[in-house]
């Protein structure tokens, strides 16, 4: 948690902003049922935290309740030495985002890696590169990190 208080919300604030400008496909959505079974992109902001993660679903609003109620057991909580590794989304739960953006379209996965690098790592919960990923080989391959010293 000291990592998450050493984040500057100012500068979270901004690099969101700026993503949400040149990304105008993306809307806030402040009810679910507007993307039930809808696909696409979503971005789920955690402002208490500075974090967002960023998703692509055939179906967003089954995709983010999934997040919220998934059970993460202790050794999936990390991925990779515990001093890089990022916590996982499903560590969080609904009242802890703050703020839903989404992007319907049918072109699904070929953009989520896109929208992920204009996140700077400190403000980015997902922890492989996105897209349809061939493994566990290719997800340790294409992992992201970032210190938490």
């Not at 992109?41 to 967002?52: I, T």
């Not at 996140?119 to 922890?127: A, K, T």
């Not at 997800?139 to 970032?146: P, S, Y």
Request: hydrophobic letters at 40%; zero cysteines.
């Amino acid at each position: 948690m000291e990592y998450f208080r050493s984040l500057s919300k100012e500068r979270f604030n901004e690099v969101l902003q700026d993503f949400i400008d040149k990304n105008s496909d993306f809307t806030e959505i402040t009810d679910l049922t507007l993307v039930n079974g809808t696909s696409g992109y979503y971005v789920m902001v955690l402002d208490e935290y500075s974090q967002v993660y960023i998703g692509t679903s055939r179906d967003i609003k089954k995709r983010i309740q999934q997040h919220w109620t998934m059970q993460m057991y202790f050794d999936r909580m990390i991925f990779g030495d515990t001093n890089h590794s990022i916590l996982s989304v499903n560590s969080f739960r609904a009242l802890d985002t703050t703020r839903i953006f989404a992007y319907a379209t049918s072109n699904i996965f070929t953009l989520e890696d896109q929208f992920m690098n204009q996140f700077e790592s400190e403000y980015l919960l997902n922890r492989t590169a996105g897209g349809v990923l061939g493994g566990l080989s290719e997800a340790v391959a294409k992992r992201k990190i970032r210190s938490l010293l």
